[in-house]
T-cell receptor, first 114, second 116 residues
């Protein structure tokens, strides 16, 4: 089951904040965030685990609400370098012995203008 | 540390032709993934290897796609015969361990396939 990301796209001015959401209809064990610039490979940002703490570094942080099966990515005081498409990948809680795999959302395109 | 290498970077073929992609993961990485990314979509897992064994290939269209990872290092993904809907970027990723909960996946630059 593919997670749903919102918004689909957002345009900011440098210095503004943004929140990107990722929701699943299934119980999750972990949520992974990646950023992909046009024509480049996705780059890992962070992993949030069930029962884990909110993660963050510098001006990018994320949270995981286990009850709502929802994760949010927070971008504070955005920089031009933050432009790209942000993907969340979700890992469902599976039966014992089941394989762990990520299902990615369709992405949120973030554009930061000067 | 060298990243994940993929070749070719671009490939254009006619439908019904065959094509193969190659991936060299980061040295020492046990787990290798192949993803398909259609324009405007997130990556979709096709197959996951742990060393040279298949962990998950549930979303691999086995009637036309095949993959192997000989000796637990390099991997090749083949499509035979290709269809128009196979046009996508094929991403290879690798991770050092065997759990996605603790091990970052490092992606290669991808191979952009166009099927005409």
């Amino acid at each position: 089951q593919q997670p749903v990301q919102s918004p689909q796209a957002v345009i900011l001015r440098e210095g503004e904040d943004a929140v990107i959401n990722c929701s699943s209809s299934k119980a999750l064990y972990s949520v992974h965030w990646y950023r992909q610039k046009h024509g480049e490979a996705p780059v890992f940002l962070m992993i949030l685990l069930k029962g884990g703490e909110q993660k963050g570094h510098e001006k990018i942080s994320a949270s995981f609400n286990e009850k709502k099966q929802q994760s949010s990515l927070y971008l504070t005081a955005s920089q031009l370098s933050y432009s790209g498409t942000y993907f969340c990948g979700t890992e469902r809680l599976v039966r014992r012995g089941g394989s762990e795999k990520l299902v990615f959302g369709k992405g949120t395109k973030l554009t930061v203008n000067p | 540390e060298a990243g994940v290498a993929q070749s070719p970077r671009y490939k254009i073929i006619e439908k019904r032709q065959s094509v193969a992609f190659w991936c060299n993961p980061i040295s020492g990485h046990a787990t290798l993934y192949w993803y398909q990314q259609i324009l405007g979509q997130g990556p979709k897992l096709l197959i996951q290897f742990q060393n040279n064994g298949v962990v998950d290939d549930s979303q691999l269209p086995k009637d036309r796609f095949s993959a192997e990872r000989l000796k637990g290092v390099d991997s090749t993904l083949k499509i035979q015969p290709a269809k128009l809907e196979d046009s996508a970027v094929y991403l290879c990723a690798s991770s050092g361990g065997t759990s996605i909960r603790t091990d970052t996946q490092y992606f290669g630059p991808g191979t952009r396939l166009t099927v005409l």
